[in-house]
């Protein structure tokens, strides 16, 4: 029996999800700005809902990026209470991995399709990544890994294509940009904490765990540039 | 009761174990300091980064050093307001979580009631009531204290914080961030050349008011200035000095009237500027004459720390305050606000 424990509040959305052998329940709300104030309440009910203890769970599972910073540092310090208190192993999983699983399972997207999950990373940028989807219940194949740029330079990477667009990050493309793909995007797009929770087993049995004392947010972007002082006299 | 106290309000991580029989048993700071250096203040997104990183490390160190099981825990604290947000979310998150897996209460801490309680953490600590100076980066205010949240607001500043202006004046002088220290070592060269004002302090009430200083510090450099736009060195000793001189003088007039006021023979003073030595010294001198006890916190426990979370959360959970599993950090929250507790 696996007992998986999943969070997200990587974008606007916050959930929560428990697989117990294969059995997944999610809570799941749009709630900006909200998730502090959300998350450990969801977490409480969802455990109670599946009569388990926090001690019962054999890992949880985090997006761990990108989205946003205080997104991911809200989901990451609630988990490293969670998993250091209860001694639990904790596993970190893309966002956009996540959003692809999410966008095939309630999309319905066939087997084969590829997707763009892109996240709006502030400053005229997007997140994103290049997942090709395989069969409904295992991983996406990652064809190109997260990573962030001006929308200009996502364009000039693909052929004129039929990607399927999905994320909070398509706003950022202009109309022409959003052409160039050749499929309408899903803005109202959110990652999903059952899909993680659908993949962390797998993930589990692999060893791709961490301790909870390693568990960082990947924010991807890093070079935030902050004006530095100028100094008169060196000291 | 024994309590583990998170700090990450601002630019310092703080974690320490707090015993209500056996007092403080241990506690570790992280200060960011060096991280915000070049930036000449507090970068919130790198704060809130490096908190997140260095938190569940240190609580693993201190509860070791503590010899402390997490069977042994009773709470958690952790310092919900005010302060930047990001750096709250990432203590709290983390205090609350940890609460919840071990099955304790957890309390959310008033960080200027951490401060104002620190002096309770040294050997003689004093006894309600009395008057508290609360000068640090974001905060100058008189109080009286009859209680744990029991704090009536006496006097405060209507515009910069004391340490603030230190930090302030400290950047004009081309000094390193924060800027109280390095004024005050500054200042020990300094000789009495320049006498700033002493503001607000020729009119009766317990208000204070520091922006003027800084014009008046500004002023003063650009009349001596250099070509490089900054006066010589001792010139510039003088100006810390005289800059120093002005804000303790203007603190101890405050002080005085606040103690007059009141009748209070004890006055306890906490934050990061209570660690200025040349305000502990003078404080002291001048309540003594008065018959006032004056009481600080060691250095360290004037600036932001673990230890005084701890404390003022373990004195909240005894009496039974507990916070619920949703966490609303708090980036304003008037002291005066808090419930008092009973007895
Ligand atoms: N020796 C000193 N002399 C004068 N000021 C000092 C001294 N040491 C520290 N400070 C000042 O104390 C302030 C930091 O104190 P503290 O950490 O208590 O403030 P904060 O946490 O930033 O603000 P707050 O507690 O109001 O939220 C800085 O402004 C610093 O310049
Ligand atoms: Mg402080």
């Not at chain 1, 991911?72 to 208190?85: D, E, K, N, S, T």
């Not at chain 2, 001189?245 to 009748?263: H, M, N, P, S, W």
């Not at chain 2, 200025?276 to 004037?302: D, H, I, T």
């Amino acid at each position: 029996m696996t007992k998986i424990l999943a969070l997200d509040t990587s974008t606007d959305a916050c959930s929560v999800a428990i697989n117990v052998d294969g059995e997944i329940h999610e809570d799941f709300v749009v709630a900006p700005q909200d998730h502090t104030r959300r998350l450990l309440p969801m977490v409480d009910h969802l455990l109670s809902k599946s009569s388990l203890a926090l001690r019962d769970v054999d890992a949880i599972a985090f997006t761990h990026g990108p989205g946003s910073f205080t997104g991911l540092r809200i989901c990451v310090g609630i988990v490293q209470g969670l998993a250091f208190g209860a001694n639990l192993p904790v596993i970190g999983v893309s966002t956009l991995e996540i959003m692809a699983m999410s966008a095939q399972r309630l999309l319905g997207l066939a087997a084969g399709t590829p997707i763009l999950p892109v996240l709006d990373a502030r400053m005229g940028e997007v997140y994103w990544a290049l997942y090709r989807l395989v069969a409904s219940e295992s991983r996406p194949d990652c064809l190109l890994v997260d990573q962030v740029s001006p929308p200009e330079d996502l364009v000039s990477q693909f052929e004129q294509s039929n990607l399927y667009l999905v994320g909070g990050g398509c706003p950022v493309l202009d109309q022409d940009q959003m052409k160039h793909f050749g499929v309408s995007c899903q803005a109202q797009f959110y990652p999903h904490a059952y899909d993680l929770a659908r993949l962390a087993p797998e993930l589990l049995a692999s060893g791709h765990t961490q301790s909870a004392l390693d568990a960082n947010p990947v924010y991807i972007r890093n070079e935030v540039s902050w004006e530095k002082r100028r100094r008169i006299r060196s000291q | 009761m024994r309590v583990l106290g998170i700090e990450s309000s601002c630019d310092e991580t703080g974690v320490a174990v707090y015993d209500s029989d056996a007092g403080l048993i241990a506690h570790h700071l992280y200060s960011q300091v060096k991280l915000h250096a070049d930036y000449g203040g507090v970068v919130p997104e790198l704060a809130s980064r490096d908190h997140i990183r260095k938190t569940l490390p240190m609580i693993q160190r201190v509860l070791r050093d503590s010899g402390s099981e997490p069977a042994d825990i009773d709470g958690v604290a952790f310092t919900l307001g005010p302060g930047l947000v990001g750096a709250l979310m990432v203590g709290s998150c983390i205090g609350r979580s940890l609460a919840y897996a071990w099955g304790v209460p957890a309390v959310g801490v008033h960080h200027m009631e951490g401060h104002l309680l620190a002096p309770m953490l040294e050997e003689n600590p004093p006894s309600f009531p009395f008057v508290a100076l609360l000068v640090s980066g974001g905060h100058t205010q008189l109080m009286r204290v009859d209680g744990i949240g029991q704090y009536e607001l006496l006097g405060e500043s209507l515009d910069d914080a004391a340490g603030e202006a230190f930090d302030k004046a400290a950047k004009m002088l081309d000094l390193d961030y924060p800027g109280g220290p390095q004024i005050a070592k500054l200042a020990s060269r300094g000789t009495e050349r320049f006498k700033f004002p002493r503001p607000m302090t020729d009119r009766p009430g317990l208000d204070f008011s520091f922006s003027g200083l800084k014009t008046y510090t500004l002023n003063t450099i650009a009349e001596h200035a250099g070509p490089d736009g900054l006066p010589d060195d001792q010139t510039m000793a003088d100006i810390a000095y005289a800059f120093q001189d002005a804000v303790v003088d203007t603190l101890l007039i405050k002080c005085r009237r606040a103690v007059e006021q009141t009748g209070l023979k004890a006055l306890i003073m906490a934050g990061g500027v209570s660690a200025n030595q040349s305000l502990r010294e003078k404080l002291q001198k001048v309540m003594a004459k008065k018959g006032v006890q004056v009481y600080y916190p060691r250095p360290e426990f004037c600036v932001d720390n673990g230890a005084m979370i701890a404390f003022a959360g373990c004195q909240r959970l005894l009496a039974g305050q507990t916070e619920d599993l949703g966490i609303s950090v708090k980036a304003r929250w008037p002291l005066t606000s808090l419930p008092a507790l009973a007895g």
